[in-house]
């Protein structure tokens, strides 16, 4: 089995997907993933570019997706870290990178400055790889 942290931009793009990630994968998240998703998707049907129901559905999606939400002390203290080592103002960033290096074999990310920034540090991957089996 693969772990595969998902930061908030993956988990919509997995939630409009009609694919299933592969079993063999378990998907992490920071528990704030949570409120980036609700936070893009309002921001995504203020700018007119999703319906409501369409950002309903996919919130729907990701709630009843198999991804295992993180964010006790350990995590916390490891995103501080991972934020000062980076010079980050604040540490939403680093709670994905955290994740990754307490419990996960790759980041997957959307995001190419935070893939760049974190290159050497811990392994990303792309999407895809959530839809091939280990």
Known sequence: ????????????????????????HELLAP???RSQVLSLLHAAVSRGEITKEVADDRLDR???????MLGDRVLRN???????????ADTYDAEYVALTVLQ??????????LARAVEGFVRTAPIDAL???T
């Open 78 to 88: 490891n995103a501080w870290k991972v934020a000062d080592r980076f010079g980050w």
């Open 131 to 133: 839809f091939d089996a």
């Open 62 to 68: 990701i709630g009843g997706m198999r991804i295992r």
């Open 1 to 24: 089995m693969t772990k595969y942290v998902i930061d908030a931009a993956a988990a919509l793009v997995l939630a409009a997907d009609v694919r299933e990630p592969a079993n063999e």
């Open 104 to 113: 996960a074999e790759a980041l997957i990310t959307l995001d190419l400055d």
């Open 31 to 33: 528990t704030l993933l």
